[in-house]
């Protein structure tokens, strides 16, 4: 499975494969040396014995400084290996360094492109919020009014989650506590039911059980609203969203399902990719993580559940809808 985890991360782990290569590479080279040298030293003592070669006791004297020669070599060698690890460290930590400076640079340009994108939407919603309650307002210019507000909210739905994603390249810490997974879920649905009334969806819970976790209820609460959001707009109209919530020994799990179109065999994984986003015919109401949508919502997913020790995983069957399962290290009782 592919992880959605912080590029830093990603780049720690290739800085340490970069410096076993390079270590290797030079160990290498550090052991053909010495092989090298022992030969030479062998032959320049094999001809220095040579002429006195019948003298009692030569050959054993010859083989001590052989001997002694190679036990020279070997502390050599060991010494050398910090040297090398040293000098492999500072190769691989050169060679990534402007993949490090670009990715923070992509980091901080995100982050400052979101901030400085809040107050002008907070202008539109204002204003389109004070031109809905006008008693004058036309029908038509209601309902434009209204579509710019829903997009409006929309744009903000994407700008916390590129936050929250450039929060996690900066590897930002999650404030665990306990926190009862059911009221989690049951704060996202009543904040999520005026949406699926709207779409006539039956919103429901086929099973509510406590379940106990370590985590941080913002950051969980934003992976359970993304998953009921998206099941929302992908479902038909008229259809029913079911979310499930229990805990089994040591591990906690929310459930999500739709009776949207399913996700193909292929795209399984491929949708917790940053910015991956389905073809428009699989996704019937142009919304969701299809191309509509900004692709960000089931990466950050993912990556909450993993950033708690847990993980996503979805089942889906093409024109019968899917479910997404959240697993989470429970606390014991």
Known sequence: ???????????????????FAYGGILVLLQVV????????????????????????GISEVAHAMMFKNAMFLVVAN?????????AAFLLAKTALRPL?????????FTSDASHDLRTPLAVIRTETSAA????????????????IDDQAQRMERLIDQLLTLSHVDAESALEREPTDLVVVVNGVLRSLRPLAEARRIDL???????????????????????LVDNAIKYSPESTRVEVGVWQ???????AVADRGAGIPQDERERIFLRFHRLDQ?????????????????????????RAHGGDIAVDSREGKGSTFTVRLPAISS
């Open 100 to 108: 490090e400076q670009a990715i923070e640079l992509q980091r901080q």
């Open 281 to 305: 015919a699989r996704n019937g109401n142009g919304e969701g993580e299809g191309p509509a949508g900004h692709g960000l919502g089931l990466p950050l997913c993912r990556w909450i559940a």
């Open 248 to 254: 089994a020994r040591d591990a906690a799990f929310v």
């Open 132 to 147: 809905l309650h006008n008693a004058d307002l036309s029908a038509e210019a209601a309902e434009r009014l209204s579509i």
């Open 78 to 86: 060991i010494g050398g290996l910090v040297l090398v690890a040293g």
């Open 1 to 19: 499975m592919k992880n959605v985890t912080s590029p830093h991360a990603d780049v720690r782990k290739a800085r340490l494969r970069l410096t």
């Open 204 to 226: 429901s819970v086929n099973r509510s059980e406590s379940a106990l976790v370590m985590g941080d209820e913002l950051k969980l609460s934003q992976l359970v609203a993304n």
């Open 33 to 56: 040396f010495s092989i090298v040298v022992y030969a030479l030293i062998s032959l320049v003592v094999w001809q220095d014995v040579q002429p006195i070669s019948d003298w009692p």
